[in-house]
């Protein structure tokens, strides 16, 4: 299990706009990864939430993957 940042200070804010990037937060099923996996805090993983859900209800990202 490895995480995605070696720490978790790099990543500072969200855009459900910038699809690119919160595809690496997403499996091959089209989950959110754990805090876990990801290394972020309680909040930035919230964060993340919404913006992964903001980006899927404007089609930016899928909601399940096409396997």
């Known amino acids: 299990m490895a995480k995605i940042f070696k720490y978790s200070s790099e990543v500072a804010f969200f855009d459900y706009k910038d699809f690119k990037n919160l595809q690496r937060y997403i499996n091959t099923y089209g989950q959110i990864e754990s805090r876990k996996k990801t290394g972020l805090t309680e909040s930035q ?3 993340l939430a919404v ?6 209800h ?10």
């Open 45 to 47: 993983q919230r964060h």
């Open 51 to 56: 913006a992964i859900k903001r980006a899927r």
């Open 58 to 67: 404007l089609a930016l990202l899928p909601f399940v993957s096409n396997n």
